[in-house]
């Protein structure tokens, strides 16, 4: 049974991105961030990441990401996200039981005083769930708020940079606001992380497309928002031919139950 975190994760995520924007004034080795859009494309991804020449070779971006002894510029992030897409561990419709295994810890967890026991186990699972998922933006918050409450600062960074580097990239795919200009995602819950990471509630997905989903927000943000366009292109474009989707795509708010795809 999946176990569904509450509007405590929006909260979590929202809080993560104000402390990394404190801790970055002060850290020399964060790279400057910029606005424009990249909306992705396929072509480059595959030349930029499949050549050993290039400065965006997918195996030494991954070791990079993953060894965290130096920052990643934006394009670093562009590049591995989207360039995930393209590698053999790129399966959007595996099961992550890992994840509902740190999720599950995270539904009984204080975060004021969460125990030694909760953070490390948050952190053997979260290792684990990255394996299928690099790049998801509830697994790198967790971890970075599980780092942070174990005292171990230089891991907390690593990660909070990694949740805004992936959250930035997703956000700068398009303007999430037009059919014809959504954010690509990889995966059916990332689009719901960068909505929460926002600091907005949403319902359920509405199909526009066969590659485009409308996500409404609960309620009309203050600049009139009343919700973000995601393309899942690529989702679709790894699935399995014997493989029936049932998955569940949120978790829950305000007690409605997870929506589930057949």
């Not at 569904?4 to 929006?10: D, H, L, P, S």
């Not at 599980?146 to 992936?166: K, Q, T, V, W």
């Amino acid at each position: 049974m999946r176990i569904i975190i509450t509007t405590f994760f929006a909260t979590l995520v929202v809080a993560t991105i104000a402390t990394t924007a404190v801790a970055q004034q002060d850290n020399p080795l964060v790279i400057e961030r910029h606005t424009e859009l990249l909306v992705p494309d396929e072509e480059d991804i595959l030349d930029k990441t499949l050549a050993t020449s290039s400065p965006y070779y997918y195996t030494n971006l991954m070791l990079k990401y993953r060894n965290g002894t130096e920052p990643l510029s934006d394009l670093e992030y562009y590049y591995l996200y989207y360039g995930y897409a393209y590698q053999e561990g790129y399966r959007p419709f595996v099961e992550n039981r890992a994840l509902d295994d740190m999720l599950a810890v995270m539904a009984g967890i204080n975060p004021d005083s969460p125990t030694v026991g909760q953070l490390e186990r948050l952190v053997e699972y979260g290792v684990e769930a990255m394996e299928l998922d690099p790049f998801n933006p509830k697994v790198l918050n967790i971890m970075a708020f599980a780092y942070g409450a174990l005292d171990d600062p230089s891991r907390e960074m690593l990660y909070f940079n990694h949740l805004n580097g992936i959250l930035g990239a997703i956000e700068h795919s398009g303007t999430g606001l037009k059919e014809e200009s959504p954010w690509h995602v990889l995966m059916f819950s990332h689009a719901y992380d960068v909505v929460a990471a926002k600091g907005y509630a949403y319902n359920e997905a509405r199909i526009i497309s066969r590659t485009t989903e409308f996500v409404p927000l609960v309620r009309k943000a203050h600049d009139k928002t009343k919700g973000f366009y995601f393309d899942y292109s690529r989702v679709y474009r790894n699935k399995p031919d014997d493989v029936v989707l049932k998955r569940d795509r949120t978790w829950q708010f305000n007690n409605l139950k997870p929506r589930e795809y057949k």
